[in-house]
């Protein structure tokens, strides 16, 4: 069974830095064709996707590459955001997901975390 | 960047066919994946490269791509099928999402 759990601080200042964890079990980031993503979802808003880690590459949202970090910890099945500069219009719940490489076509989600709502205010 | 519309909402009586369109700039030539977001809950993965299912996805969901417009289509929508849905694709080794639509099963 795939589960993913995300973690981290559900309030942050502006201009703080956050660092989220998501917790994985099931599968291993070790093998070829999978990936552990984050994707946020401002309240009431559409999805939008954040960053992307495989075993040997990552990669990132263009508009926000400057501010965002992807790390794995294999060991621990744990991959870390990091998010700098926050800012109220980064208020949003945070998911963590699992990305495979089908055989032909495009990676997919198809695990999701439950989310994990930060909320940027002073 | 490259960009999907949807339409914000789509109704549909329950039993008949909701069909939820998707358009970018010659999607006919990029997968699209589809995801339903029930309220309150995570995003799941209902079609992914067009037209697969995943393991557990009822056979009423399916999709298509074509031209400019890909579309998910449920056939004999049922109540539990409101919710939002969003579409997505890759490009340029980045991820993009649509804006989402909310289908009301009326």
């Known amino acids: ?122 | 960047s490259y960009e999907l519309t949807q339409p914000p909402s789509v109704s549909v009586s329950p039993g008949q066919t909701a069909s939820i369109t998707c358009s970018g700039d010659k999607l006919r030539d990029k997968y699209v994946c589809w995801y339903q977001q029930r309220p309150g809950q995570s995003p799941v993965l209902v079609i992914h490269e067009d037209t697969k299912r995943p393991s557990g996805i009822p056979e009423r969901f399916s999709g298509s791509n074509s031209g400019n417009t890909a579309t998910l289509t449920i056939s004999g929508t049922q109540a539990m099928d409101e919710a939002d849905y969003y579409c997505q694709v890759w490009d340029s080794s980045t991820v993009v999402f649509g804006g989402g639509t909310k289908l009301s099963v009326l």
Not at chain 1, 1 to 21: A, D, F, H, N
Not at chain 1, 38 to 45: D, F, M, S, Y
Not at chain 1, 104 to 112: H, T
């Open chain 1, 1 to 122: 069974q795939i589960t993913l759990k995300e973690s981290g601080p559900t309030l942050v200042k502006p201009t703080q830095t956050v660092t989220l964890t998501c917790t994985f079990s099931g599968f291993s980031l070790t093998t070829s064709g999978v990936a552990v993503g984050w994707i946020r979802q401002p309240p009431g808003k559409a999805l939008e996707w954040l960053a992307l880690i495989y075993w040997d590459d990552r990669r990132y949202s263009p508009s926000l590459r400057s501010r965002l970090t992807i790390t794995k910890d294999t060991s621990k099945n744990q991959v870390v955001l990091t998010m700098t500069n926050m800012d109220p219009v980064d208020t949003a719940t945070y998911y963590c997901t699992r990305s495979v490489t089908p055989a032909y076509g495009p990676d997919y989600f198809d695990s999701w975390g439950q989310g994990t709502l930060v909320t940027v205010s002073s």
